[in-house]
């Protein structure tokens, strides 16, 4: 039997929790986690206006700065939605805790949702103006950030089980 790796932080594994069933979310819709569901709006929203403050960046139309603006607004409002569902899974599921994974799921998560809303209050009465180079600039440390925290998230679901569909226990096996 192949071992799975273990490099704290990066990559945290128990054998235990490899083999085991793994833990339910506990904000679910007939055993379904909604979490995972849920954060694929902020994500969307929030990479997309990367590409369209890049897209203002590089023709100057105001279309793009107008779009950002309000794919920055949808993914603040969506990200709240998510963080209420992830943040619950994280109170109530020990195992979350209990490794880094969920650590940096969650502070990094709360680090792209305070940047993205000073990014949406700078462009509130400014679309055009806020875009270069400080907005611009936020667009991309949240798409950085919320590439790494989706990695983590992902080693939370497939290499701890957390938000599985499953009867293992609430803590490490």
Known sequence: MTQTPNIPPIVE??????????VPSTVAIAKHPLHPLIVTFPIAFLTGALVTDLAYWLTGDLFWAKGSYWLILAGVVTSLVAAATGLADFLRIERVRQHSAGWIHLIGNIAAIVLSLINLIL???????????????ISLVVGTLLGVTGWFGAELIYRHKVA??????????
């Open 13 to 22: 594994s128990d054998e235990r929790e490899f083999l085991d069933s793994g």
């Open 123 to 137: 462009r509130w009465n400014n679309v055009e103006g806020a875009i270069v180079p400080v907005g611009l600039l």
């Open 164 to 173: 599985v569909i499953g009867n293992g226990p609430n803590s490490r096996p």
